[in-house]
Nanobody
Framework: QVHLVESGGGSVQSGGSLRLSCAASGATVGSFCMGWFRQAPGKEREGVAGIEIDGYTSYADSVKGRFTISKDNAKNTLYLEMTSLEPEDTAMYYC??????????????????????WGQGTQVTVSS
């Protein structure tokens, strides 16, 4: 059974930085397509960044140039480096794993239906 545990969330002021981590067990991040999503109160969950098995990365327009997704296969951990944080980035952040991405075309890295494993989330709050 795949288990994902996020950490690194917290409260920062506008312009600050945070680094989120997602530790995986029961699977290797190097074998799955991975993603970071976020959900603010009253809003739908949205894709923030995705990374494919070969390391190719994708980002939502709202975070391009500010966020960086990466993975350490040896540590079996996914990361999201967030800089120049804005109040609009306030949300619960989730990591997700798509164990089937190597077997066929994907809906898109940003599609929640693409991912079959999810963590419990870590809260990020940015104050102005």
């Amino acid at each position: 059974q795949v288990h994902l545990v996020e950490s690194g969330g917290g409260s920062v002021q506008s312009g600050g930085s945070l680094r989120l981590s997602c530790a995986a067990s029961g699977a290797t991040v190097g074998s799955f397509c991975m993603g970071w999503f976020r959900q603010a109160p009253g809003k739908e969950r949205e894709g923030v960044a995705g990374i494919e098995i070969d390391g190719y990365t994708s980002y939502a327009d709202s975070v391009k140039g500010r966020f960086t997704i990466s993975k350490d296969n040896a540590k079996n951990t996914l990361y999201l480096e967030m800089t120049s944080l804005e109040p609009e980035d306030t949300a619960m952040y989730y990591c997700a794993a798509d164990s089937l991405c190597r077997y066929g075309p994907r809906l898109g890295w940003y599609a929640t239906d693409e991912y079959n494993y999810w963590g419990q989330g870590t809260q990020v709050t940015v104050s102005s």
